[in-house]
């Protein structure tokens, strides 16, 4: 037994995880808006840094994942928003269908617009800044995923972000940050995918925001 756990403690400070980097901020009257019903609308990929490009050549092209990641964290929103009680959430594709009939952006005029044609409260919208994979496998990674997104909560009546998280996070092995304890239990002892990394923080800041605006009776 001994051996075991020994060897177990060996595995985490190899491959460790970090406290998930979650900050946020919301109005000090969000619990009295009555937040009920939310639509989310498709996410946006925005670049921390500028795509790597090859002199006297063309850029080069993003990664499948990073391509893909905010058709990904819109399911992840979805799917985190769905699975908890006490609101009631806009189906995807009735919010597919209203967007498409909607000007392009990701402005306030144009999101509170969404909101109003699916008789939405508030709408939730993610940003993509950073979405790179883990380079190797769950075992044993050459480089970590690294994961960065910001979800805003937009009140369709006054047209004001009444709440906001930002999730950054790279994973880092357990003998780099000694607080990484507190996820291992959560997330297992192995390096994660830029999926699960986003996922994770998803659920964490869909939590959050529940706790404020959806707690029972």
Not at 99 to 115: C, K, M, Y
């Amino acid at each position: 037994m001994m051996t075991k756990l020994v060897l177990l403690l060996i595995f985490a400070v190899a491959c460790g995880v970090g406290p998930g980097n979650l900050r946020s901020r919301q109005s000090s009257d969000l619990e009295a808006r009555k937040i009920r019903r939310i639509a989310v609308v498709p996410a946006a990929m925005m670049r921390d840094t500028p795509a790597p490009k090859i002199p006297f050549g063309t850029p080069l092209e993003p990664r499948t994942s990073e391509r893909e990641a905010p058709e990904t964290l819109t399911r992840f929103v979805y799917l985190a928003l769905t699975s908890l009680p006490n609101w009631q959430i806009v189906s995807e594709s009735e919010v597919r269908e209203v967007a498409q009939s909607v000007p392009g952006g990701t402005g306030a005029n144009r999101l509170r617009q969404i909101g109003e044609m699916v008789y939405a409260d508030a709408v939730l919208i993610g940003r993509v800044q950073r979405y790179r994979e883990r380079v190797g496998d769950e075992w044993g990674a050459r480089s970590p995923a690294s994961v960065a997104f910001v979800l805003d909560l937009l009140d369709v009546r006054r047209g004001d972000v009444i709440w906001s998280a930002s999730f950054d996070e790279t994973q880092k092995s357990l003998s780099e940050n000694i607080f990484a304890f507190g996820d291992i239990s959560a997330r297992g002892v192995r390096w994660l995918s830029a999926d699960q990394l986003a996922q994770d923080g998803v659920k964490k800041a869909v939590g959050q925001l529940h706790q404020v605006i959806a707690r029972g009776p």
